[in-house]
């Protein structure tokens, strides 16, 4: 059995912050489970470019407001209680117009040291614990 506390893993390197956004990564490939799990807050004001190319997303809003952009699709808002699952590789915009609090869940799981490249993909990595 894995118990984390949200408190265990801010300020460690499971806690990347950007300009942008900031993912306390709770669970990662390394525990086994085939998924990753992030608590991630993005920031007020803010807009991020993604494109996931190489993994699957779910994301649960629990506090905050913004919107999603599909390129060449359509737009929409983002409140507590609002889920939305990136599961075509769908490229986008993520907006915050009031700090989000977002529960994000990875299939293939993160090992922890991704963020965004130029493209805004996170790259395939393989996790020495799993290999």
Known sequence: MIVKQLNEVV???DDIDTP???SRRLLLAKDGLGFSMHDTLIKEGTETWIWYKNH???VYCVEGEGEIEVVGGE???IRPGT???LDGHEKHWLRATKTMRMICVF???LTGREVHDEEGVYP???DKATV
């Open 20 to 22: 942008t956004w900031n």
């Open 11 to 13: 300020g460690t390197e």
């Open 75 to 77: 737009v929409y808002p």
């Open 124 to 126: 395939l990595l393989a």
């Open 107 to 109: 299939n293939p799981p």
């Open 56 to 58: 699957v997303e779910a």
């Open 83 to 85: 889920l939305y699952a």
